[in-house]
């Protein structure tokens, strides 16, 4: 099971590698790629040094899947071409996502999208992941009509650059900005790009992936996504109006009981989620479970996950088993 990581130095790509091992996935040999200045440096793997290669030495290798996180670009140049040698790619970038041809995972919910000869495998927004796992389960009772989001962004999901400008600021070091503002003691409500009527692509990709994986163009979204100087994990304020009423109860053991989501839930004993709590776990946690008093059919929840682990490698690591599971690959 000839395994290549695209990407494989950065923060994401390191932590798809560190997923393999620990999940155990039947890596027979490990071809991490990476830009050319990056290339001949050594990833550990399984307690022993792996050397870095070329996109194009990884694609030459023909390894069974080809899990991406190296930016839309890259994927959109080389994804293709390991498609076309019969590697199975997942990619965690933008490119492919909202293409009609390409599914796009999350395999707690929609699983059954991905055909056998599917040769690309969209990996969605660290930002949707966590959110559509606690909205499955709930829309398929009561049926969403819309959902009213701010989310709580880690710094992490920028990249390193992110965390080193909010570690130089505590520190009092003047350094490289991958912000327009300072990061730490401060807030701003923008993630990705500003679009001409005025969302970002961040809070796009929100409405957009949400209705593909829950396959319900109807649900009405509007989102604000906010970047905070924390590292552990993004948290989301979600309100949901549904078209049937619900029950809390009935609610929580719907959480409960789906995979991959822990209720997480007694503010008498100051118990919700929160980034400290989620910081390299697989779990979205799910808490401040109540109902909206001002509408009706409405339900407030606060959603939290590690938005590097399931919100991007455990995520593709977990489509890849899927399909090794079923012999779609």
């Not at 390409?102 to 969605?124: Q, T």
Request: with cysteine; net charge positive.
């Amino acid at each position: 099971m000839k395994t290549a990581v695209v990407g494989a130095t950065g923060m994401v790509g390191r932590t798809m590698i560190k997923v393999l091992e620990e999940r155990n996935f039947p890596v027979t040999e490990l071809i991490p790629a990476a830009s050319e200045k990056s290339v001949g440096k050594d990833i550990m793997f399984r307690g022993k040094p792996v050397k870095v290669v070329s996109v194009m030495d990884a694609v030459n290798a023909k390894p069974v899947f080809a899990i991406f996180s190296a930016g839309a670009s890259v994927s959109k140049e080389w994804a293709p071409k390991f498609a076309k040698n019969g590697t199975v790619v997942i990619d965690n970038s933008s490119c492919w996502r909202m293409d009609n041809n390409v599914p796009l995972i999350v395999p707690e919910i929609n699983s059954h999208a991905i055909k056998k000869g599917d040769r690309i495998i969209a990996n969605p927004n660290c930002s949707t992941i966590q959110m559509v796992l606690a909205l499955a389960p709930l829309h398929r009772k009561y049926k969403i009509k819309r959902l009213v989001i701010a989310t709580y962004q880690s710094v992490t999901g920028t990249g390193v650059k992110a965390v080193t400008q909010m570690e130089n600021e505590r520190k009092g070091i003047k350094g490289e900005m991958a912000y327009a503002h300072p990061i730490d003691m401060n807030c701003f409500p923008h993630g990705g790009t500003f679009q001409a009527d005025g969302y970002t692509t961040e809070e796009q990709k929100l409405i957009d992936e949400t209705r593909k994986i829950l396959e319900d163009q109807s649900i009405m979204v509007t989102a604000t996504v906010v970047r905070i100087p924390v590292v552990g994990g993004h948290s989301e304020a979600v309100n949901i109006e549904f078209e049937k009423d619900f029950n809390i109860d009935d609610v929580i053991k719907l959480l409960k009981d789906f995979p991959g989501v822990v209720v997480y839930d007694n503010p008498a004993e100051n118990k919700y989620p929160m980034p400290i709590l989620s910081h390299n776990r697989d779990e979205v946690f799910v808490g401040r479970i109540r109902r909206d008093l001002s509408k009706e059919k409405c339900l407030n929840l606060w959603i939290v996950s590690d938005n590097i682990r399931k919100g991007a490698a455990t995520n593709a690591i977990q489509i890849a088993e899927y399909m090794l599971e079923k012999k779609l690959y």
